[in-house]
Structures are given as C-alpha cells and as structure tokens.
C-alpha cells in the first residue's frame, strides 16, 4: 500500500533552516510529480511546493518562493524539502504527497519560534 514516512521537522529560531525529507513506497515513485503540503492549527491544508517526476519543473507558493527549495531522488524514492528564513507563519505539520492524494503520511511538525 502508500505509505509516506516524513522526517526532519522539529524548532528552530526565526531565520534558521530545516531540511525535511519523505521516504515514499507503494507505487512508481519516479513516474509520479511530488508535493509538500502543510496545515497548520486551525487551517486548511496548503500546498507549498510541487516538483515534477523528473525534478526539472517546480513550483511554489508565493509565501515560501525564494526561501524554500524542493527536490527530489528518485533512486531513493524520496523527496525534499530546504527551508531557509524560516517564519513563525511558516510553524505547520508538513506533509508530501503526489497529485492523487491515495494516502497521507504522519507528517512532521516544524515549529519556528524563538
């Protein structure tokens, strides 16, 4: 079956940086666009980034463009994401998923806060 294993989160001062990953089984990693997505309490859950199977296409939300980068290692089925100038606005429960959403992982907390 899908599963999704994220890692990485954790707190960190404003300004500091995470890097987190996300280990994905069930299904042909490389063939799939993949994407990092967060909720943080009592909101909706948001895209942040999107990377397409290949790794030459990405995108991202206008709030994290410039700070964040994805990516991804299709040999290890496992996709990234760096997070520099880390914001209290960006404290969420961080989660990856490909376009098809067949299941969601734990996701992983990241909490910015001095």
């Known amino acids: 079956q899908v599963q999704y294993v994220e890692s990485g989160g954790g707190l960190v001062q404003p300004g500091g940086s995470l890097r987190l990953s996300c280990a994905a089984s069930g299904f042909v990693f490389s063939i799939y666009a993949m994407s990092w997505y967060r909720q943080a309490p009592g909101k909706e859950r948001e895209l942040v980034a999107r990377?397409?199977?290949?790794?030459?296409?990405?995108n991202y939300a206008d709030s994290v463009k410039d700070r964040f980068t994805i990516s991804r290692d299709n040999a290890k089925n496992t996709v990234y994401l760096q997070m520099n100038a880390l914001k209290s606005e960006d404290t969420a429960v961080y989660y990856c998923?490909?376009?098809?959403?067949?299941?969601w992982g734990p996701g992983t907390q990241v909490t910015v806060s001095s």
């Open positions: 998923n490909n376009d098809y959403k067949w299941a």
């Open positions: 990377i397409s199977n290949t790794g030459s296409r990405t």
